[in-house]
């Protein structure tokens, strides 16, 4: 079964610790996606990488940054976490071209104190 | 800039009834359309995927429609079960998959037993 695997379900951290937050997908997709999800804001997106040391800002960067060393692992990094990054982070992998649609993992839950 | 709207926010129906919810977009130069289940906490489960060329897709009970010309997606649900609770998501993906999905902010379904 194809999937994409988030490596916490849910995370505490104090303002102002460094976050890591890693995604592994196993079906060779070349395109990989952070976004976080708040109640009456819906999903947003935050960054996406369409392939190895390649990045690209999506529509709420600021705050974060990513790091994509293999196809497969996409990180999200939070240089200085604070608590208004509490929130779901949801990470999502695509072929070249979307065909297939998007394949989302189970989420994090990362509350900030 | 691409904008998903879904109608209604919430809806509560008794089981066994068919229902629809409804899904429209501004721009309809769309490469597809995915609709997505979410369960409370939990991350997005992949419904129904429509390309940009197809006007419909099934799975079991699920019938999903598109008109792109139009701007609107349907995603009809037939015989509803209590299972069926869950916050349902569209999604269009207007780059070819490499640039992320905009999501409509979700129809909250609750099925009475």
């Known amino acids: 079964d194809v999937k994409v695997t988030q490596s916490s379900r849910y995370l505490v951290k104090r303002t102002g610790e460094k976050v890591f937050l890693e995604c592994v997908q196993d079906?060779?997709?070349?395109?990989m996606f952070w976004y976080r999800q708040d109640p009456g804001l819906g999903l947003r997106l935050i960054y996406f990488s369409y392939d190895v040391k390649m990045k690209e800002k999506g529509d709420i960067p600021e705050g974060y940054s990513v790091s994509r060393e293999k196809k497969e692992r996409f990180s999200l990094i939070l240089e200085s976490a604070s608590t208004n990054q509490t929130s779901m982070y949801l990470c999502?992998?695509?072929?070249?071209?979307?065909?297939?649609?998007?394949?989302f993992g189970s989420g994090t839950r990362l509350t900030v104190v | 800039k691409q904008e998903v709207t879904q109608i209604p926010a919430a809806l509560s129906v008794p089981e066994g009834e068919n229902l629809v919810l409804n899904c429209s977009f501004t721009?309809?130069?769309?490469?597809?359309l995915q609709w997505f289940r979410q369960d409370p906490g939990k991350g997005l489960t992949s419904l129904l995927l429509i390309q940009s060329s197809q006007r419909e897709q099934t799975s079991g009970r699920l019938n999903a429609s598109l008109d792109k010309s139009s701007g609107r997606s349907t995603l009809y649900i037939a015989a509803s079960q209590p299972g069926d609770s869950a916050t349902y998501l569209c999604a269009v993906s207007s780059g070819g998959g490499a640039d992320g999905l905009t999501f409509g902010k979700g129809t909250h379904l609750i099925i009475q037993p």
């Open positions: 721009d309809s130069a769309i490469y597809n």
């Open positions: 079906m060779d997709h070349e395109n």
């Open positions: 999502a992998s695509s072929t070249t071209g979307g065909l297939n649609g998007y394949t």
